[in-house]
C-alpha cells in the first residue's frame, strides 16, 4: 500500500519585502543559471490554462504512483515517458510542477524547483521546494495561499522566495489555491501596471504571517 512521504521541516510563514529582489533585465529569458541553478530554464508567464492542465496532468501521474506495487519502478516508467514528451509538465518533478506552473501563470518567476523524492527516484532537496521571486504586492495573496494550503513561504537568499512542505499533497493543494484565486492575481496586476503609469506605486515595508 502506498504511503505519501511526511519531510521533517519546521512550516514558517515570515516574509519580509526589503529582502525581496528581482531579476536583472534580460536575466530571466536566458540560461545564465537564474538563481544559480545551472538547469534553469524559463517558463515565465504560462497561462492559467497551462496551470489547470497541468495540475490535472501531475493528478493522473500521481495517481498511478499510487496504484502501483512498486513506487520506485513506477517512477521511473513516468520519468521515461516523460522524457519523449517534456512539454507534458515541463520536465519539471511530478508534484512539484503544477506549483511552478501556477506561480508562473500568477506572473512570479520560479528558478528552482524539487519534490525532494517524495514519488521516487534520487533527488538532491531534503523536503518539496520551489524557489521564486515575486512582487511585494503579491505577499499578502501569497501568504494567504500559503496559509491556507499548509505550506511554508519565506525569503530565499538572492532576493527571491521559497515555498516548501512536509507533504507533497499540500504543495499541490498551493497549486490549487492559487489557480482558485487566479482572478485575484490577475487583478494584481492590472493594480499594479495603473499604480506604474500614474506613479502611486509604493511596496509594502514588511509583511509577516504565522
Known amino acids: 500500500m ?19 529582489g528581482w531579476p536583472e533585465p534580460g536575466a530571466a529569458s536566458t540560461d545564465s543559471g537564474l538563481g544559480s541553478n545551472r538547469c534553469y530554464v524559463d517558463l515565465r508567464r504560462l497561462p492559467w490554462s497551462e496551470a489547470k ?8 501521474l500521481i495517481a498511478r504512483i499510487e496504484a502501483s506495487g ?3 519502478k513506477e517512477y521511473e516508467i513516468l520519468e521515461d515517458e ?17 506549483t511552478v506552473v501556477a506561480l508562473s501563470a500568477a506572473r512570479c518567476v520560479p528558478f528552482s524547483s524539487c519534490n525532494a523524492g517524495a514519488l521516487g527516484g534520487s533527488h538532491h ?15 499578502v495573496l501569497l501568504l494567504e495561499c500559503a496559509e ?3 505550506v511554508g513561504l519565506c525569503n530565499e537568499n538572492g532576493g527571491g522566495l521559497v515555498v516548501f512542505s512536509t507533504d507533497i499533497r499540500h ?3 498551493f497549486a490549487h489555491t492559487l489557480i482558485q484565486r487566479r482572478v485575484a492575481f490577475r487583478a ?6 495603473t499604480n506604474i503609469e500614474d506613479g502611486l506605486f509604493v511596496p509594502t515595508n514588511q509583511l509577516k504571517l504565522f
Open 2 to 20: 502506498f504511503t505519501h512521504t511526511i519531510f521533517e521541516v519546521e512550516i514558517e510563514r515570515n516574509v519580509v519585502t526589503e529582502d525581496l
Open 188 to 193: 494584481l496586476r492590472f493594480s499594479r501596471q
Open 125 to 139: 532537496e531534503l523536503y518539496p521546494v520551489v524557489a521564486f521571486y515575486g512582487r511585494p504586492e503579491m505577499l
Open 171 to 173: 504543495m499541490r493543494a
Open 82 to 98: 516523460l522524457s519523449e514528451d517534456p512539454d507534458r509538465i515541463y520536465a519539471l518533478d511530478i508534484g512539484i510542477a503544477s
Open 148 to 150: 491556507v494550503s499548509g
Open 53 to 60: 492542465r497541468v495540475y490535472a496532468c501531475e493528478e493522473e
Open 70 to 72: 512498486d513506487m520506485e
